[in-house]
């Protein structure tokens, strides 16, 4: 006889799409807030995209932000309520585009919050079109022929854009193994540590997946996170305590 | 409490700090810039926060952020900044937070320039933002009616939970006046509905609180019509055998209430209807003036006019309303005088 263990957190079933790695990256987070006995003082802050549709089913408290500014509701909050996790939780569209700066710039001040910033190559909720972190060539509904990188840039790397901040803690991690995954709960656990003990920013970036836009099934969809998207954003901790520890 | 010599901005500032704000979020920008300048002393010294955010945009998502904590939050702003704030305060005010914000005019439409104006009066009033919401507007006249009306501002924006605006201009914002400051306030941010961690309780969602709300257009429009009803603030200056009454506020009631004074002295009969509240425009007021007016005349800072509507719809048109516009060019309140004569001697 065996039990089925879920977080209390998860109060409802999901309503991503089949195969989404959002589920995924849920539980995690769950599962590290309750393990911190964090899930009572728990507020975190998205915006706009497929991340929303955890408002109904993640039982933390919840600011929705304007699209791509949840990185400076978090930053309210967390500056009048120091003694709570604040975290954002946002897709590569809202917080790596429209909210570049509001991300960046929580980052830049070393702000006592913990971003976890969902790559998965594409803007979901509007139905698949080109996100900062498209891949060269990628096709997406507004890049048919694929991502002219000529034209439209590279792929944004957030991780580039602040391993050389003195924040606390930077790491990227992917949904596509079991042993990604539960190196993804050590980074997100970091990440909510370093947070709590008043380390500074914490980023944790996740690669994951898309099966509905990317219109791949979920072996292709797994197999591209490994083989195509880790080449291009390396898994790994970058910063920790303001050091680089990737060099 | 003694009175003090201070500039309107910083007067303003002070004001917010003892009204018990504890949180501004802002970006420089002229003619408001005292503002963040005085409250990133200040603000700490009070035990609150100042950020200088790195844009507007950022500014005001971070006053959504302590707002929704439950604090007293506020930023200020002007022109194209002011322009800037307006997504986040229509999230502010559909997610239901108290929150206070200050537009100091500045003139012009796109860059503009630094100097005083009042072109931003539909912007204020209707909703700068997308959506069904409206600001409560206060226009103070003075650098004392500023630090007033700051308190009034955070606790109306308490009672109805909504952003209020306090629509001032670069003359009231950059004159030094004597004032009297009000004591020092503490605010409790423990509201109900402040996230802080649920802490056993359900888990708390601030958002556009139409997904939550049976019959949302009635309440909605419910709770507008109450602030319309109930907050129309205005004085009036010997407007009951008025000849003519000119309609202004902010800096431009000061020049019509020398105007006024320059008329009466002269035997014309003029008075002054000076709106405090510009949303709810004082539509009551309109009842304490002589029944036999011959014309109101709307005198705006703006190349554009913008309050003559409002005066229009308050006054039912029973008699008729010009417009003596400024724009670039503050009115000598002689002139004012001049056109109101030349009105009444052309229904002559």
């Not at chain 1, 003195?166 to 991690?173: D, S, V």
């Not at chain 2, 930023?75 to 999230?91: A, D, K, M, N, V």
């Not at chain 2, 961690?197 to 359900?202: L, S, T, V």
Request: hydrophobic letters at 40%.
């Amino acid at each position: 006889m065996s039990e089925k263990l879920t977080p209390k957190l998860l109060v409802e079933p999901n309503k991503f799409c089949p195969g989404c790695g959002h589920g995924i990256i849920n539980r995690v987070l769950a599962e590290v807030l309750e393990e911190s006995g964090l899930a009572d003082q728990a507020v975190g802050a998205l915006a706009v995209g497929c991340a929303c549709l955890m408002m109904d089913t993640f039982g933390t408290d919840w600011v929705q932000a304007p699209h791509g500014r949840a990185a400076a509701v978090a930053v309210g909050v967390k500056r009048m309520r120091p003694e709570c996790c604040v975290f954002t939780y946002q897709g590569d569209g809202d917080s790596m585009s429209i909210g570049f700066s509001e991300t960046l710039y929580a980052a830049i001040r070393n702000e006592n919050i913990t971003a976890i910033l969902v790559n998965n190559g594409i803007f979901g909720m509007t139905g698949g079109q080109m996100a900062p972190t498209s891949l060269p060539g990628q096709k997406t509904t507004t890049s048919p022929k694929g991502r002219d990188a000529a034209t439209t840039g590279q792929p944004l790397n957030m991780i580039d854009q602040m391993k050389h901040l003195p924040i606390g803690y930077l790491a990227r991690g992917s949904v596509a193994s079991a042993k990604d995954i539960n190196n993804l709960k050590k980074y997100i656990k970091t990440a909510i540590e370093t947070q709590m003990n008043g380390g500074g920013y914490s980023m944790v970036e996740v690669l994951s997946f898309c099966p509905t836009n990317w219109k791949m099934n979920m072996e292709k969809s797994v197999a591209h996170v490994q083989d195509t998207v880790k080449a291009i954003f390396p898994v790994g901790e970058f910063v920790k305590n303001g050091e680089r520890t990737d060099a | 409490m003694s009175r003090q010599l201070m500039k309107g901005n910083d007067a303003l500032s002070e004001a917010a700090v003892r009204a018990g704000c504890r949180f501004f979020g802002g970006y420089p920008i002229t003619p408001q810039s005292e503002i963040p300048e005085y409250l990133s002393w200040r603000m700490p010294e009070a035990g609150g926060t100042f950020i200088q955010a790195e844009s507007e945009l950022s500014g005001v998502n971070m006053v959504y952020g302590a707002a929704a904590a439950g604090f007293r939050a506020m930023t200020s702003s002007s022109g194209p900044g002011f322009s800037l704030l307006q997504e986040g305060i229509s999230y502010i005010a559909s997610a239901e937070l108290p929150a206070v914000f200050v537009d100091v005019q500045r003139y012009g439409s796109g860059l503009g320039d630094i100097f005083q104006a009042q072109g931003d009066y539909w912007q204020a009033t209707r909703g700068g933002g997308h959506g069904d919401y409206r600001m409560l507007v206060y226009a103070p006249a003075s650098v004392q009616e500023s630090v007033d009306l700051v308190s009034v501002a955070f606790d109306k924006a308490d009672q109805y939970r909504n952003p209020t605006l306090i629509l001032s201009d670069a003359s009231i914002a950059q004159m030094m006046e004597p004032v009297t400051l009000p004591e020092m306030r503490e605010h409790d941010p423990n509201a109900d509905w402040a996230v802080r961690g649920k802490h056993g309780k359900p888990f708390k969602r601030v958002t556009s609180t139409m997904y939550y709300i049976e019959d949302f257009d009635a309440y909605i429009k419910g709770k507008y019509d109450e602030m319309a009803e109930a907050e129309q603030r205005w004085e009036s200056v010997r407007v009951d055998d008025a000849d003519v009454v000119l309609v202004a506020y902010g800096i431009s009631s000061r020049i019509c209430r020398e105007a006024v004074e320059i008329a009466r002295g002269r035997g014309v009969r003029l008075g002054l209807l000076r709106p405090i509240t510009l949303w709810p425009f004082p539509a009551k007021a309109f009842a304490e003036v002589n029944p036999l007016v011959k014309a109101y005349l709307s005198v705006e800072l703006s190349a554009l006019p913008k309050m003559v509507e409002d005066v229009r719809l308050a006054c039912e048109m029973k008699a008729p309303v010009e417009t003596f516009l400024g724009g670039a060019h503050i009115p000598e309140s002689s002139a004012i005088v001049e056109r109101a004569v030349a009105i009444l001697n052309a229904q002559r």
